[in-house]
């Protein structure tokens, strides 16, 4: 089985950022072949980013069902979208689906993907894959059994500016010997919300730390061996669930590797969701690479409040990346190939946060083992 041709991260551009627009064609596609999908979850990653990416993609893939607990929020997707609306996942799974979007929090994953699999769906799940690597391993195992394909919502892989960065690496053989990579941000919600809650979300390392995780090992092309981190509790609502919203991570890879990784909800920002801001550099043999949106001016608004500008609605990617990403899952479902980001990918994401928070615990470093 090979690799799929990722028509928006393979065919790359040059220079940084002089196109953001996907380019379609609006003839693409045979409407009587296009894939049957249906969404679980209608809350705010489904709002924000696959929404308007499906709606991109009408011309491959159909809604033809939204299922989410909330009875109010399933029937305004299904009226946006054309599908039928459920309740009950039970009632959802009998429906003539090709594949399934698995947008949910991230304790309810596993459940959910396993089922979605043993009713002969395909299916995508955003990251984390799910709340520990028992049961990323479960859900993998499930599919291979099932003959079914399973993919992790790892956006930042089908993101133009990292895309772009990685290939200027190989392009410029600056081989990078020491990666920072960091993510930061207020996180919006308040201290009853599941995020906060580790036993749900996994707290900062797991929700945010797999995409630098992630990051790392792509932009290095390189193993894990160790891991050393450090977490804090800066604010009240960290310290009222006992997790962590601020945590740095030190890691270790193959080759002599050093990845640095700084993830935080901790950023005093006023407006909603924060800024999310990005922060990369890159030190090889061969030279140097920086990025950061900071690099830029920034325009404040004065309206009621002091606003800071910004660039996506996710803040954290472009939302060209989740259209390049679910158009790239349903090629490789056409074409019953191998994504350029697997499911094993996400699994040694989330164990090398899970590494993190064990150092965390133990206060020392922690040797990371990848199968």
């Known amino acids: 089985m090979g690799k799929c041709l990722h028509s928006q991260n393979l065919n790359l551009h040059r220079h940084f950022f002089n196109s953001f627009s996907p380019k ?12 049957k999908v249906g969404v679980i979850g209608c809350g705010n990653i489904f709002n924000l980013a696959h929404k ?26 299904g009226k946006e979208l054309n599908a039928k609306v459920f309740t009950s996942l039970d009632e959802f799974l009998e429906q003539d689906m090709d594949v399934v979007e698995v947008l949910t929090p991230t304790y309810t994953h596993a459940e959910i993907a396993i089922k ?40 930042r892989r089908f993101d133009k500016r990292w895309t772009q960065i990685k290939e200027v690496i190989k392009t410029r053989n600056i081989l990078p010997m020491q990666i920072r990579k960091i993510e930061v941000q207020h996180l919006p919600f308040p201290a009853d919300y599941w995020y906060w809650d580790e036993s749900k979300s996994g707290g900062v390392i797991i929700d945010l730390g797999v995409h630098v995780t992630d ?19 800066i604010r009240g609502e960290a310290r009222v669930n006992k997790t962590y919203d601020h945590v740095v991570m030190f890691i270790k890879f193959e080759g002599n590797k050093t990845g640095i990784g700084e993830v935080s909800w901790s950023y005093p920002m006023t407006p ?14 061969n030279g140097r690479i920086r990025y950061t949106p ?34 790239h899952f349903f090629e490789c479902i056409k074409s019953n190939c191998e994504p350029v980001v697997t499911a094993r990918d996400a699994l040694i994401a989330l164990q090398i946060a899970e590494k993190a928070r064990e ?6 470093p922690v040797k990371v083992e990848v199968n």
């Open 24 to 35: 379609i064609n609006p003839g693409e596609g045979n409407m009587s072949e296009r894939l």
């Open 52 to 77: 308007p990416a499906l709606r991109s993609l009408r011309t491959i893939a159909k809604v033809v069902a939204v299922m989410d607990i909330n009875e109010e929020a399933a029937k305004k997707a």
């Open 116 to 155: 979605a699999l043993k009713a002969g769906k395909h299916v995508i799940v955003e990251k984390p894959i799910a709340l520990t690597s028992e049961e990323a391993e479960k859900m993998i195992k499930e599919a291979e059994e099932q003959g079914l394909k399973l993919f992790v919502g790892h956006v």
């Open 215 to 233: 990051f790392l090992r792509w932009f290095f092309e390189s193993e894990p061996v160790e891991v050393f981190a450090v977490g804090k509790a």
């Open 272 to 285: 909603k969701y924060g800024v999310f801001y990005h922060h990369l550099d890159i030190i090889g043999k």
């Open 294 to 327: 900071l690099d830029t001016p920034v325009v404040g608004v004065i309206k009621s409040s002091f606003e800071m500008p910004r660039f996506s609605p996710m803040l954290s990617t472009f939302p060209q990346a989740f259209e390049a990403e679910l158009r």
């Open 359 to 364: 150092s965390i615990k133990k206060g020392e």
